[in-house]
């Protein structure tokens, strides 16, 4: 019951005890594992937004929608039903569709569930599917149908589209806004947490390591204590190691381990480097990892094991593999070359071939040649590279050694081709022929861009397997769940005027059961006895006297199912049985003619005109037709012909008609024996008939009636309760959808469809009509709350959460991969150099210069269309003409209401075109040939010439109307738009258009791997499936896999997740689903074009490819499901998620990329302030004062950080026109300039990032910041710092004389400091001096005459320096 199926499902949880395994033996899955614990735990505050979100839209939607969606076809909401109730006081509409009780089965359905019948399953009438419904538009699933519902069902449709535009508003807020912010936060968690994690692991790791490094050296010490100097205990003391690697092949003569670096001296085991130690075992180099031995003895390096490297025919084989050539200052070698050509030809080939093409058309006849030439050429490229390479061990050895994946992918193709040279051979072997789409995969080795991205991709499996792991765990869970209760459910009855028990009054399946007649002389579906009789509510007219007679007349038998659950049998051939495998019993071949066995037996597939021509048919055609209408006929019969009272005298009144009598006479005993204990097991069968006594009429009767089905298998198959009621009375029990949950692998590949979010409306819907039991017909939301929540919960973890860790992981590798071959450099440096690469690589700074020598009249236009009001009138011109051809209507409503505004919006049309034509016109003048120059201008110059061509050709009348074009042309206009990005205040979307720009470059390379990926699936689809019908649902004309154009649009259409499944399903039928859906298909080993193809097109098969799917297992083909969930994994899950790692890698370089900015920032202030000539070149003092008004400028847009600078640059009479007095000695390093006459823009421009870096860093040294930035030019593998010393060779400001502005501050700062010591001493000596004076005016005495005259000549001296006369001798 519901209880033992409840706890099943509870026992599967015992599965996580996997995960534990897995991470107690696999550190790294440990880490995936706890960082999507910690991820999924950090989310929850995002879960309760989210709910709380669609909680309020929900309710805000039911206050718009609820008992509005009614219409008479709601599968495409058409026929608004706009009924209201007869109360005028309170009009609103009724909640419940009206029946048409027309018919006694509609009379007695009125419960509620029939009351929905206009209702489509999406709308807002409860709480319940409102949410779901919020929830199904969130997930872009069937949105817009949902749009078009509510905007038709709005009171008044002139307001239908603020309800269209709602829904937009829904879709952007939470699809591409919220659930944008959900994968954001995850992949920063997931992110964080796995560093976390990892960094944790890396951190015990080590101390294992110094554990056993402290062991290692402890066990060193034991061993040098037991030495004692007899040298044979030390070679016995070696390790094993050592011993094996004396044993191993290759080893030189008289070598040992302690030459090869394994042991040391004395039989130690050698000491790694600090760098090994360091490493993790998982992380060793890759020599250690695919190396074997370092010797160079046999076989290392060997090929073949066979020729040693410097054998003559090995020598000759690496000179052809080594030979390069020069062109147009590109080495390329030969070899590589020649192949690399011969792929794409060869890919080319395989495009232009497919399986239905003519082989006498002389094309594909060319193509199919070719391919056996390149063919032999692959053969040679591989045979040459195994005589040149070691196949296994040695130095780039061909199939192990790194990278070698690749040569494993070039084996295997050469294989393949091999084998097609083998012709023909059993079919499982021309199956691998289709191996050789491989071929494009081969052009990604020998393209080194290509290659890093594959590589990034195959980097990742690793990861993306363990989380493949724990998707597959969780898939498996999840499967068995909603198999417990949905195996069996997913199917209706076809027909709809069929009575079910509910509908008789049996809603519990106690007692009715169909009372029926059978044929006794002719096999015959059973025939209906009675009918219902709505007053009674009992089934009437049902006397077993009734066969026979009347109606009745070729039915003569009566007869009846014992209970509800008892079976009755659909009857018929099964095309795929096979005598070889069922020796039990035979298939009647007056009911199951032989199967067609040559293409000739084939039926045709030509129209009624073709085919009445004379000589079409042939009678082995009979045999074809004889054989498909055999197997499009089905009959519904008892399995054994028992009822409850004939069972218990041993009679079987329906036995000589019965299923298992007519199709399985001869059983073997041991089938028979298995079928009693398989009828007494059996879940569903007979438990009711059996649960009061086993011995009862009812239960040996349903019993019987069982096993007879299960000893016939093949060709009946039983129906009980609701499905028996059905083909009982004419219809047939189908599956409602393609796909089901009746075994475990349909279960997982149901939700695999459903975690790419394709079809799982679908799918919740048909299990929300269930009641958990098989055979019983859906009554529309029979268990909706249980269904609902599941289906949800199972999108949230699978295509929210699990999906999108996927992304998380290829996003981190890629980025790894693409910062490895990157140099690790600061942000100033990487601005640095990206300035100087824009600066110089720009085509022009203004489109016009050295204005001053321009004629008055021209200079004055130039200020005019160079004006900032001019363009702002010319963008404002745009948007309103765009906005204008927007009113149009097509066609157009000629009446006088609408004449008016048909001539006003052909005049303002006239109106923009002259405003667009002056505007040219003035440029032209202004700018003459400069105005090419610019890209825009050359665009608008298109666009004037393309409207006035249109206008001329309008008025001339020539019979040419080209005006559409014109206006076409006129609406790319709106692009100009874009310019209005430079503003400051459109400055972040700016960044994010930029963002985008960068992202489109960028995604050129992986749009070559992509398309690539598409070639190769294109490829093997047209081998695997060109020739199947494409008369079904989806897999039609439009698409199919005929030949590549097809097949590519195909692929392409489902790499947007745009019913993949479907066409998947498709693909899937096999002979048995064709004849039911009476239809046919040839089985694929007939459908052979190689050898039949004439035969196949004179039966128009060709024109009309029919072919059932290949089935290499007998009878089942798992080829499309391993196909398509293949490239929807590749493409949807890897491919697109790397093209998610390229756009947030632009975007992260566009956060951080400002030189644009910074180029328009100096251009703007150089031509506005400095230089309003354009003359390119300011004197020396404005250069300084315009650097520093940049970084003020720079500093409050926000381009660049840090304390704001004001530097005062006062006039100066000296030799630099400017006082640099105060300049600081800080920036003063940052400015790379000679003080000159003249300074040019392009020098200014790369002072002020240099000033900028100085201002960021202020807390470093500026000698370090200068040496930083000047460091980058010493890379020279680097393609940026190659180019742009190209450019400034031939720039002028290589070419200024002088010394650097830097020491002529240094000599100004220490000539200012000399002054200011110099001065200082002058000042003390002057005080001492005044001191001295006022000392000397007392009275001196002298000893000698010549004391004296010194103190004389001193006086004067000093009276000279303190200001006073000296006295006059005498």
């Known amino acids: 019951g519901a209880g033992g199926s409840a706890l099943q499902a509870l026992r599967t949880l015992r599965l996580f005890r996997v995960l534990n395994k897995f991470a107690s033996r696999n550190p790294r899955f440990a880490i995936l594992l706890?960082?999507?614990?910690?991820?999924?735990?950090?989310?929850?505050?995002?879960?309760?937004?989210?709910?709380?979100?669609?909680?309020?839209?929900?309710?805000?939607?039911?206050?718009?929608?609820?008992?509005?969606?009614?219409?008479?076809?709601?599968?495409?909401?058409?026929?608004?039903?706009?009924?209201?109730?007869?109360?005028?006081?309170?009009?609103?509409?009724?909640?419940?569709?009206?029946?048409?009780?027309?018919?006694?089965?509609?009379?007695?359905?009125?419960?509620?569930?029939?009351?929905?019948?206009?209702?489509?399953?999406?709308?807002?009438?409860?709480?319940?599917?409102?949410?779901?419904?919020?929830?199904?538009?969130?997930?872009?699933?069937?949105?817009?149908?949902?749009?078009?519902?509510?905007?038709?069902?709005?009171?008044?449709?002139?307001?239908?589209?603020?309800?269209?535009?709602?829904?937009?508003?829904?879709?952007?807020?939470?699809?591409?806004?919220?659930?944008?912010?959900?994968?954001?936060?995850?992949?920063?968690?997931f992110d964080d947490f796995r560093n976390a994690e990892n960094e944790k692991f890396d951190a015990e790791q080590e101390v294992k390591r110094a554990k056993s490094r402290k062991s290692m050296e402890e066990f060193e010490a034991l061993e040098d204590g037991a030495v004692d100097g007899n040298e044979e205990e030390a070679d016995t003391s070696r390790p094993k190691v050592a011993q094996a690697w004396a044993e191993l092949p290759g080893q030189v003569p008289g070598g040992d381990a302690e030459e090869h670096g394994l042991v040391s001296k004395g039989g130690k085991p050698s000491k790694h480097d600090e760098d090994d130690e360091e490493e993790d075992d998982e992380d060793e180099d890759d020599e250690d990892m695919w190396s074997l031995e370092s010797g160079r003895g046999w076989p290392h390096g060997w090929s073949w094991f066979l020729f040693p490297e410097n054998f003559p025919l090995r020598r000759l084989a690496n000179w052809l593999l080594d030979q390069e050539v020069t062109i147009w200052g590109s080495t390329m070698k030969i070899f590589d070359t020649f192949i690399l050509v011969c792929i794409l030809i060869s890919t080319m080939c395989m495009i232009i071939d497919f399986p239905l093409a003519d082989p006498d058309n002389p094309i594909i006849a060319a193509v199919r040649t070719l391919d056996t030439v390149f063919a032999v050429v692959f053969i040679t490229e591989m045979g040459l590279k195994l005589i040149a390479l070691p196949v296994v061990w040695g130095e780039n050895a061909y199939f192990w050694s790194p990278g070698c994946a690749w040569n494993w992918l070039d084996a295997v193709v050469v294989s393949v081709s091999i084998m097609g040279f083998t012709g023909g051979g059993p079919s499982e072997l021309k199956t691998l022929r289709i191996l050789r789409a491989f071929r494009p995969l081969r052009v990604v080795k020998r393209l080194e861009t290509l290659r890093n991205i594959v590589e990034a991709i195959f980097n990742s499996m690793k990861e993306l397997g363990v989380l493949l792991i724990v998707f597959l765990l969780f898939l498996l869970i999840f499967a068995l769940i909603f198999?417990?209760?949905?195996?069996?459910?997913?199917?209706?009855?076809?027909?709809?005027?069929?009575?079910?028990?509910?509908?008789?009054?049996?809603?519990?399946?106690?007692?009715?059961?169909?009372?029926?007649?059978?044929?006794?002389?002719?096999?015959?579906?059973?025939?209906?006895?009675?009918?219902?009789?709505?007053?009674?509510?009992?089934?009437?007219?049902?006397?077993?006297?009734?066969?026979?007679?009347?109606?009745?007349?070729?039915?003569?038998?009566?007869?009846?199912?014992?209970?509800?659950?008892?079976?009755?049998?659909?009857?018929?051939?099964?095309?795929?049985?096979?005598?070889?495998?069922?020796?039990?019993?035979?298939?009647?071949?007056?009911?199951?003619?032989?199967?067609?066995?040559?293409?000739?037996?084939?039926?045709?597939?030509?129209?009624?005109?073709?085919?009445?021509?004379?000589?079409?048919?042939?009678?082995?055609?009979?045999?074809?037709?004889?054989?498909?209408?055999?197997?499009?006929?089905?009959?519904?019969?008892?399995?054994?012909?028992?009822?409850?009272?004939?069972?218990?005298?041993?009679?079987?009144?329906?036995?000589?008609?019965?299923?298992?009598?007519?199709?399985?006479?001869?059983?073997?005993?041991?089938?028979?024996?298995?079928?009693?204990?398989?009828?007494?097991?059996?879940?569903?069968?007979?438990?009711?008939?059996?649960?009061?006594?086993?011995?009862?009429?009812?239960?040996?009767?349903?019993?019987?009636?069982?096993?007879?089905?299960?000893?016939?298998?093949?060709?009946?198959?039983?129906?009980?309760?609701?499905?028996?009621?059905?083909?009982?009375?004419?219809?047939?029990?189908?599956?409602?959808?393609?796909?089901?949950?009746?075994?475990?692998?349909?279960?997982?590949?149901?939700?695999?469809?459903?975690?790419?979010?394709?079809?799982?409306?679908?799918?919740?819907?048909?299990?929300?009509?269930?009641?958990?039991?098989?055979?019983?017909?859906?009554?529309?939301?029979?268990?909706?709350?249980?269904?609902?929540?599941?289906?949800?919960?199972?999108?949230?973890?699978?295509?929210?959460?699990?999906?999108?860790?996927?992304?998380?992981?290829?996003?981190?590798?890629?980025?790894?991969?693409?910062?490895?071959?990157?140099?690790?450099?600061?942000?100033?440096?990487?601005?640095?150099?990206?300035?100087?690469?824009?600066?110089?690589?720009?085509?022009?700074?203004?489109?016009?210069?050295?204005?001053?020598?321009?004629?008055?009249?021209?200079?004055?236009?130039?200020?005019?269309?160079?004006?900032?009001?001019?363009?702002?009138?010319?963008?404002?011109?745009?948007?309103?003409?765009?906005?204008?051809?927007?009113?149009?209507?097509?066609?157009?409503?000629?009446?006088?209401?609408?004449?008016?505004?048909?001539s006003i919006r052909m005049g303002l049309n006239y109106f923009f075109a002259f405003i667009f034509t002056v505007e040219a016109v003035l440029k032209l003048i202004a700018l003459k040939k400069n105005y090419w120059k610019d890209s825009w201008n050359r665009f608008d110059f298109t666009c004037v010439v393309a409207t006035i061509l249109g206008i001329l050709v309008s008025v001339m009348d020539i019979g040419l109307n080209i005006s559409s074009l014109?206006?076409?042309?006129?609406?790319?206009?709106?692009?100009?738009?874009?310019?209005?990005?430079?503003?400051?205040?459109?400055?972040?979307?700016?960044?994010?258009?930029?963002?985008?720009?960068?992202?489109?470059?960028?995604?050129?390379?992986?749009?070559?791997?992509?398309?690539?990926?598409?070639?190769?699936?294109?490829?093997?689809?047209?081998?695997?499936?060109?020739?199947?019908?494409?008369?079904?649902?989806?897999?039609?004309?439009?698409?199919?896999?005929?030949?590549?154009?097809?097949?590519?649009?195909?692929?392409?259409?489902?790499?947007?997740?745009?019913?993949?499944?479907?066409?998947?399903?498709?693909l899937h039928k096999d002979e048995v689903d064709w004849f039911k859906a009476g239809s046919w298909c040839t089985p694929s080993d007939l459908f052979d074009t190689e050898t039949s193809y004439d035969i196949l097109k004179h039966k128009c098969l060709i024109d009309h490819p029919n072919a059932c799917v290949m089935t290499p297992i007998n009878g089942w083909s798992p080829m499309p499901w391993v196909y398509w969930i293949t490239y929807t994994w590749v493409m949807g899950l890897v491919i697109m998620n790397v093209v998610i790692a390229v756009i947030l890698e632009g975007y992260e370089d566009t956060k951080t990329r400002d030189e644009a900015e910074i180029i328009n920032s100096c251009?703007?202030?150089?031509?506005?302030?400095?230089?309003?000539?354009?003359?390119?070149?300011?004197?020396?003092?404005?250069?300084?004062?315009?650097?520093?008004?940049?970084?003020?400028?720079?500093?409050?847009?926000?381009?660049?950080?840090?304390?704001?600078?004001?530097?005062?640059?006062?006039?100066?009479?000296?030799?630099?026109?400017?006082?640099?007095?105060?300049?600081?000695?800080?920036?003063?390093?940052?400015?790379?300039?000679?003080?000159?006459?003249?300074?040019?823009?392009?020098?200014?421009?790369?002072?002020?990032?240099?000033?900028?870096?100085?201002?960021?860093?202020?807390?470093?040294?500026?000698?370090?910041?200068?040496?930083?930035?000047?460091?980058?030019?010493?890379?020279?593998?680097?393609?940026?710092?190659?180019?742009?010393k190209r450019l400034e060779a031939v720039s002028p400001a290589a070419k200024a004389k002088g010394e650097p502005f830097m020491k002529h501050i240094a000599a100004i700062k220490i000539q200012m400091r000399i002054r200011e010591v110099v001065l200082r001493i002058r000042n003390k000596k002057a005080k001492n001096l005044m001191d001295l004076c006022n000392v000397g005016s007392g009275v001196v005495v002298f000893d000698s005459r010549d004391e004296y005259l010194k103190f004389a000549v001193a006086t004067v001296e000093l009276a000279e320096k303190c200001g006073v006369t000296a006295p006059v001798a005498g």
């Open 1163 to 1284: 251009r703007n202030l150089w031509g506005s302030k400095y230089d309003p000539d354009k003359r390119m070149k300011i004197p020396f003092p404005d250069a300084l004062r315009f650097i520093v008004e940049a970084i003020g400028i720079l500093q409050r847009d926000g381009l660049i950080k840090g304390d704001l600078v004001n530097i005062d640059l006062p006039v100066s009479n000296g030799n630099f026109g400017v006082d640099l007095s105060d300049f600081p000695i800080r920036f003063a390093r940052a400015l790379d300039i000679k003080p000159a006459t003249m300074v040019e823009f392009h020098v200014a421009a790369k002072q002020v990032v240099r000033f900028a870096s100085i201002v960021e860093e202020n807390e470093r040294p500026a000698v370090e910041v200068i040496r930083d930035l000047e460091s980058t030019d010493e890379n020279r593998k680097s393609k940026d710092i190659k180019r742009i």
């Open 483 to 902: 198999m417990m209760y949905l195996n069996g459910t997913l199917y209706a009855c076809s027909e709809g005027n069929v009575w079910f028990h509910r509908d008789l009054g049996d809603p519990d399946f106690q007692s009715f059961t169909m009372p029926l007649c059978l044929s006794n002389t002719s096999l015959e579906s059973v025939m209906v006895r009675g009918e219902w009789d709505t007053s009674t509510m009992a089934w009437t007219k049902n006397t077993s006297s009734l066969c026979g007679t009347g109606d009745y007349a070729a039915f003569e038998v009566p007869w009846q199912r014992a209970t509800p659950d008892t079976p009755v049998c659909v009857a018929r051939c099964d095309p795929l049985w096979r005598a070889e495998f069922n020796s039990t019993y035979a298939a009647p071949a007056d009911l199951c003619p032989r199967k067609y066995a040559i293409a000739e037996e084939l039926p045709h597939a030509c129209s009624d005109d073709i085919a009445a021509l004379p000589n079409r048919s042939t009678f082995q055609e009979e045999v074809g037709f004889l054989y498909i209408a055999a197997m499009q006929t089905s009959y519904v019969v008892p399995c054994g012909g028992s009822t409850a009272e004939s069972i218990l005298g041993g009679a079987y009144p329906g036995e000589k008609n019965s299923c298992r009598s007519r199709y399985c006479p001869v059983v073997d005993e041991d089938r028979i024996e298995s079928c009693k204990l398989e009828a007494e097991l059996h879940p569903h069968f007979c438990v009711d008939a059996c649960s009061g006594s086993a011995d009862s009429g009812a239960c040996l009767s349903c019993r019987a009636e069982y096993r007879a089905a299960c000893e016939c298998p093949d060709f009946c198959t039983p129906l009980m309760k609701d499905a028996a009621l059905c083909t009982e009375q004419g219809g047939a029990w189908e599956q409602v959808l393609s796909h089901n949950f009746d075994n475990v692998w349909n279960s997982m590949l149901t939700l695999i469809e459903i975690s790419t979010t394709e079809g799982w409306v679908d799918a919740m819907y048909a299990a929300c009509d269930t009641s958990f039991s098989p055979y019983v017909q859906p009554l529309r939301d029979t268990s909706h709350p249980v269904w609902m929540l599941l289906f949800v919960v199972w999108i949230l973890f699978s295509f929210m959460f699990l999906m999108n860790l996927g992304v998380g992981i290829i996003v981190d590798k890629f980025m790894e991969m693409r910062a490895e071959g990157k140099d690790i450099i600061s942000p100033a440096q990487r601005r640095w150099v990206q300035f100087r690469l824009d600066l110089h690589t720009r085509g022009y700074v203004f489109i016009l210069t050295n204005l001053h020598e321009l004629p008055p009249v021209r200079r004055a236009i130039y200020d005019l269309v160079e004006h900032r009001f001019f363009e702002r009138l010319i963008m404002g011109c745009i948007v309103f003409n765009t906005c204008l051809m927007a009113t149009a209507t097509f066609p157009e409503l000629e009446t006088l209401e609408t004449a008016w505004w048909a």
């Open 966 to 1066: 014109a206006s076409v042309i006129r609406i790319f206009r709106i692009a100009r738009l874009f310019r209005l990005l430079k503003f400051k205040a459109l400055r972040p979307l700016n960044k994010l258009f930029m963002s985008m720009a960068i992202s489109l470059i960028k995604l050129a390379n992986v749009g070559v791997v992509a398309f690539l990926f598409l070639t190769l699936f294109s490829i093997l689809g047209v081998a695997l499936f060109s020739t199947v019908s494409d008369q079904s649902d989806t897999h039609d004309s439009h698409g199919n896999f005929r030949h590549f154009p097809n097949a590519f649009i195909t692929l392409f259409r489902a790499s947007t997740g745009e019913a993949w499944n479907e066409i998947m399903h498709d």
């Open 34 to 189: 706890k960082s999507m614990v910690g991820t999924a735990q950090a989310l929850k505050y995002w879960l309760v937004l989210f709910v709380l979100v669609l909680y309020i839209c929900t309710l805000m939607w039911m206050h718009f929608f609820a008992n509005t969606l009614q219409f008479s076809e709601p599968d495409d909401s058409a026929g608004y039903i706009g009924r209201y109730d007869n109360d005028p006081r309170a009009p609103k509409l009724l909640p419940w569709c009206e029946l048409e009780l027309d018919t006694p089965l509609a009379q007695q359905r009125t419960s509620w569930h029939y009351k929905q019948d206009c209702i489509p399953r999406a709308h807002y009438d409860n709480f319940g599917w409102g949410f779901v419904t919020i929830f199904q538009i969130m997930t872009g699933e069937n949105w817009n149908a949902i749009m078009y519902a509510g905007m038709r069902s709005t009171r008044d449709n002139n307001w239908e589209w603020a309800f269209g535009i709602l829904y937009v508003f829904l879709l952007l807020f939470g699809q591409t806004l919220f659930l944008s912010l959900f994968l954001s936060m995850l992949l920063a968690k």
